[in-house]
Every structure is written in C-alpha cells, then in structure tokens.
C-alpha cells in the first residue's frame, strides 16, 4: 500500500494533534507492505521522518505562517503528481481538490464551541470541514466520543468514521532514562498543560485554586504549562495567588516530562476534549491525575483518574483538597493509572488504521 502524508503540520509547534502525526508515523515503521511519503513545505527544515523520505514543494511559499494556504493550492500538485498514493491527512484538515484521501479529525470542537476559536480560524474550519468530509474516502477519530461529535455536526454517516485511540509516546513511557532538571524536585507543586485557550479551563482552575485555604494547600503551588495559540481565542486571566506560576510553551520534551514526574498531582479540568493526551502522558510519569468529568476524558482516562465538574469552581476545589490531603489515595491512582497507560500503543494504533485502511484502498 502506498501512503502519502500531508506533512502540513510539521510546519507548527508540537501540540498533541502534532505529536500524534509524529507517532503515528514511527508506528508506520514497523508495519511490513507500506510504502509512504511525506509531503510538506519547501520550508520544512526536515528531510525525512522515522526513515520516510519528506517530498518537498519544489517553490518557495509566498505567505509564510499561511500554512494553511499551502495545504490548498500547493498540496494538491504534489499529490496529483504522485496519483498512485493515497493521501492521510492526520490534523482536522486536508485540501479540498483531493479525493483520494482519508482524514484524521480529532474532534468537533470549533462547532461545539465557536467562542473557543478565534474568528479567522473558526471562520476558516466551520467552512472547510463539512465540505472535506464530504469529498474524502474515510475518516478516522481519536475516540467514541469524537465519533459522536463528528455525526451530530453533520460531518460524516457512522459507516464511514473509524475510530482508533492514540497511543502513548514512548518517551514518557521510558521516562526512567531522563535526568531529573534541578530544582523540580525540591518544589510541592500540581500541574496543569494545555493550549491557553477558553476550552482549556485555566481560569475556573486559578479560581478554585485561589479559594482554597492556604493551610489546606500545604505549600504547595500550582504551575499553568503552555502557551497562546493564534487559532484559539484568548482567556483573560488575573492572578491573585502568589502560589500560582505561569510557564509559557515548552518545547523540551525532557523538560516536559520532568514536569509531570515531580508533580504531586496532575490537574486537567477541560471542558471538552477528542481525546486529552496530557492525563496519559502524567499517567505514564507515575502523576496521579483529577480531570474534568466532560468530552472523551471518562472515555480515555476511565478509573484511572479521578473526575470533577469543569464548570463548578466548588467541585474542582473540593477534588483538588480531597487529593492533596491523601497520600494513601495518591499513591492508589498513580499505581492504576501506570497501569492504564499499557493499553495505549501507537505500533496498535498504526497497526489498526492499516487494516482499516486495506478494506478502503
């Protein structure tokens, strides 16, 4: 079978529908009868991934940062150039005049909730997508929950959406081989990871952090990971607490896993998530987690998580004291979640889209 990747998000900062293109294709590697390609951007800084050769735009693009533009108009030659390989487009877009392809949409956020994006963007995926899913062989989504959406938006009939789980990367899985960054360890703190966006719920978490007796807080801080994404809109946030730290985007993976390993407990309230990877990836550091009872999060984390209400201030302070004050229930959820994390593999998750992928061709 011959693959052609759209190697459009290799222009873009690794979030977690990036990581998941990443992994998919070294999951890719290990299957026998595949032949793939990646195409991207003139401007793609990398020649090849996991053994794949990257095919590059032979011209320059005019509207950098416009990746999006590039998917349209200059994508399509490529592939019409290389007729025999059928295109996966694994980030929520593909181009338009390509109909030997299969998308990966991760959700149906940018419908559920319109305020999250900023207008440009949500402007631009509220008109490709129905059109897209209209034109493309098969879709494929991250969970049943995303299935779901993707029906009730009207983007695709269930015939045509498969579902496979994302895995877990194996460089949190082997996070036992990174050296501890110096002073992680020495610091009582919980985390938080995400895009700052509205969809992420920062400020109901500052807020029920902020209502929370210093006693009862032991010390302990809280340290907010990421940073602004131009395609969502912005969360005015107001810091009152002096315990509370903003870290921008971090693109050191190393870092990021030291991070989650010396957190004492992992906090992702979301209103509404495809899949929600960064609850895995503490998981597989040994983090216990609290995550927000809404979107795919019972679906992925299951009882391996313990759950709060996204939109009530109350119930997120009440869980994160619950936690903090039980080191007996910590030590429980960090042992269940190791576990859980086993059955998230990105060699299954590759292997499974592949035999999907047989009965489509």
């Not at 030997?100 to 963007?121: C, I, M, R, Y």
């Not at 985007?249 to 990021?256: A, H, M």
Request: glycine residues 6%; positive net charge; contains cysteine.
């Amino acid at each position: 079978m011959k693959i052609a990747i759209n190697g459009t998000f290799l222009m873009k900062k690794i979030t977690g529908v990036q990581r998941y293109a990443y992994e998919m294709i070294k999951g890719f590697r290990k299957i026998e009868g595949l032949e793939i390609i990646i195409f991207a951007p003139k401007e793609c800084l990398l020649s090849e991934i996991s053994g794949f050769k990257i095919i590059k735009d032979k011209n320059k693009f005019s509207y950098l940062n416009q990746w999006w533009l590039w998917e349209q108009c200059n994508l399509p030659k490529l592939c019409k150039e290389h007729k025999d390989y059928l295109l996966w487009s694994p980030a929520n877009t593909g181009p338009l005049l390509v109909e030997n392809q299969v998308v990966t949409l991760h959700d149906a956020a940018v419908f559920e909730g319109p305020e999250w994006f900023s207008k440009t963007s949500g402007t631009y995926y509220r008109w490709l997508l129905p059109k897209l899913t209209r034109r493309v062989k098969h879709i494929f989504t991250v969970s049943n929950f995303s299935k779901n959406e993707i029906i009730k938006y009207g983007l695709g009939k269930p015939s045509n959406i498969s579902v496979v789980y994302p895995g877990v990367s194996d460089i949190f899985l082997n996070h036992n081989t990174n050296k501890i960054t110096e002073g992680y360890q020495d610091t009582k703190y919980i985390m938080n990871l995400g895009s700052r966006d509205p969809r992420k719920n920062v400020k109901n978490l500052i807020c029920a952090w902020e209502a929370i007796d210093d006693q009862k807080k032991g010390n302990t801080k809280l340290y907010i990971v990421g940073g602004n994404n131009k395609g969502f809109s912005k969360e005015n946030i107001h810091l009152k607490d002096r315990d509370i730290k903003m870290l921008d985007y971090i693109e050191n993976d190393n870092e990021i896993i030291n991070l989650y390993r010396c957190a004492k407990l992992f906090v992702f309230p979301s209103k509404y998530e495809g899949f929600g990877s960064p609850p895995l990836e503490a998981m597989a550091c040994g983090t216990p987690v609290l995550a927000a009872n809404s979107g795919s999060l019972p679906e992925v984390c299951k009882d391996a998580a313990l759950y709060c209400q996204a939109d009530d201030t109350s119930d997120i302070a009440e869980k994160l004291v619950k936690m903090l004050s039980d080191e007996t229930l910590l030590e429980k959820m960090k042992n269940i979640g190791l576990e859980h994390v086993k059955q998230y593999s990105y060699d299954k998750s590759a292997l499974r889209m592949r035999e999907i992928l047989r009965y489509i061709e």
